[in-house]
C-alpha cells in the first residue's frame, strides 16, 4: 500500500496491468486528517470504469466485506476495463464505530455534495471521494442496515439521467439477488451525492443489504454476487450475468419520527405491509410508561425500522433525523 496525496493520485496510477493499493490522503482545514483505501485493477484489455464501493456509513458491514473480497478475486489479465474499488469510504467513523453521521462535523455524507473541499470535514471528504470516482462509468455503492437498523434488503436506483444511463443503472442492479429494486424519481429523496454522479454521466445504484450492523455470510455473498453479475453485465469480465426474479418498488419514502424523548418498543417487523392506521409501535419513560403511540398514515412497506430502543428527539445535528426516527415507510398507495 502507497500513502499519496490526493493530488498526487492520478499521477500515481501504473501504466501497466495489475493491482494498486493506495490510501489517499487529505488534510482538512480543522487538522483531521482524510484517509481513504483505493485498490486499483487496470485490466488487460480495454473498457469502461466501474467503481464498487461501501463504508459510506461505518456500521453497514456486510459491503465493506464483500469489497475486500472482490479486490482479491478480480484477476487483471481477464479484466477489460478499470475497477476501482473503495472498501471503506468513512474510516474515521468505521475506526470510531461511531454509526450513520460523520464523528467530526455530525453530517450524513450521502447528502453531503461534492465540489465544496473548503467546507466542512465531510464537504472535503465526500469531495474526495467524487474526485477519485469522477472518470468511472458505472459505480455500485453498498450499504447495509448500521447497528440500530432493522432493514429489509432493496436497491434504490437513482434516476434522472438520460434514459440510456438510467437503464444502465438499472442493469447494475439486475445482478443482486435481492427482491426489490425502487427506481427513485422523487429528486429530493435522492441523496446529493447520487445526482453529483448522475450530472456527470456515471450510472449509480446503492444496494442496502443486511441489516444491524452484523456482517452474515449470505449477506457479504450477495454483495460481491451481484458486483461480479455488474462486471459482467458491462462485458469487463467474461460470463452470463445472473439474473433474479426482481419487483420495481414504487411508493414515496416517508419516515415516522417521535417528538419526544424515551424508550421505544416497535411492533412490525422490516419487510411488512402495514395497513392505514396500524400500530406501528411506542414510546415509554424509562418506567415503561407509555408516552406515544405510532400509527401508519398510509398502506405502506416497512423498509427498516430502528430497533435501537433509545430514541433522542432533541439530539437532530443539521437537523438530520437518525436520533429521532422509528420507522421508514414506503407508501404503497397510489
Ligand atoms: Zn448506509
Known amino acids: 500500500m502507497r500513502t499519496v496525496d490526493i493530488k498526487q493520485l492520478s499521477r500515481s496510477w501504473a501504466k501497466g496491468i495489475g493491482l494498486q493499493e493506495f490510501l489517499v490522503t487529505r488534510r482538512h482545514s480543522s487538522g483531521e486528517l482524510i484517509e481513504i483505501p483505493v485498490a486499483r485493477i487496470q485490466g488487460a484489455f480495454q473498457g469502461p470504469q466501474m467503481t464498487v ?21 478480480v484477476k487483471p489479465e481477464q479484466l477489460c476495463g478499470t475497477l476501482i474499488v473503495i472498501p471503506v469510504i468513512s474510516t474515521k467513523a468505521f475506526m470510531q464505530r461511531n454509526m450513520q453521521l460523520n464523528p467530526v462535523d455530525q453530517r450524513e455524507v450521502h447528502f453531503v455534495r461534492p465540489g465544496n473541499p473548503e467546507g466542512t470535514y465531510s464537504d472535503m471528504l465526500m469531495d474526495t471521494i467524487f474526485e477519485i470516482v469522477k472518470d468511472s462509468d458505472f459505480l455500485i455503492d453498498s450499504h447495509a442496515g448500521e447497528m440500530a ?17 438510467d437503464r444502465k443503472s438499472l442493469e447494475l442492479a439486475a445482478g443482486f439477488q435481492i427482491e ?14 447520487c445526482i453529483s454522479l448522475l450530472e456527470a454521466g456515471i450510472a449509480n445504484i446503492w444496494v442496502e443489504c443486511g441489516k444491524n450492523g452484523v456482517p452474515t455470510q449470505k449477506d457479504i455473498a450477495i454483495h460481491f454476487d451481484g458486483y461480479v453479475a455488474a462486471l459482467q453485465t458491462m462485458k469487463m469480465i467474461h460470463g452470463d450475468p445472473a439474473r433474479h426474479d426482481q419487483k420495481v418498488l414504487k411508493g414515496k419514502r416517508s ?14 417487523n422490516e419487510g411488512d405491509i402495514v395497513e392505514s392506521g396500524q400500530h406501528l409501535g411506542r414510546l415509554t419513560d424509562y418506567f415503561g410508561n407509555t408516552i406515544a403511540e405510532f400509527t401508519s398514515p398510509s398502506r405502506s412497506l416497512v423498509l427498516y425500522y430502528w430497533s435501537n430502543p433509545a430514541i433522542n428527539a432533541s439530539r437532530r445535528p443539521h437537523d438530520y433525523d437518525w436520533h429521532n426516527g422509528l420507522v421508514s415507510l414506503l407508501d404503497l398507495e397510489e
Request: proline fraction near 9%; hydrophobic fraction near 40%.
Open 53 to 73: 464501493m461501501s463504508g459510506m456509513h461505518a456500521g453497514e458491514y456486510s459491503g465493506i466485506l464483500a469489497a475486500q473480497k472482490l479486490i482479491t478475486s
Open 149 to 165: 437498523q432493522s432493514l429489509m434488503s432493496w436497491i434504490p436506483v437513482p434516476m434522472g439521467g438520460d434514459d440510456e444511463m
Open 180 to 193: 426489490y429494486v425502487e427506481p427513485r424519481y422523487d429528486v429530493p429523496s435522492i441523496p446529493e451525492f
Open 255 to 268: 419516515q415516522i419520527n417521535s417528538h419526544k424523548s424515551g424508550v421505544w418498543h416497535p411492533a412490525v
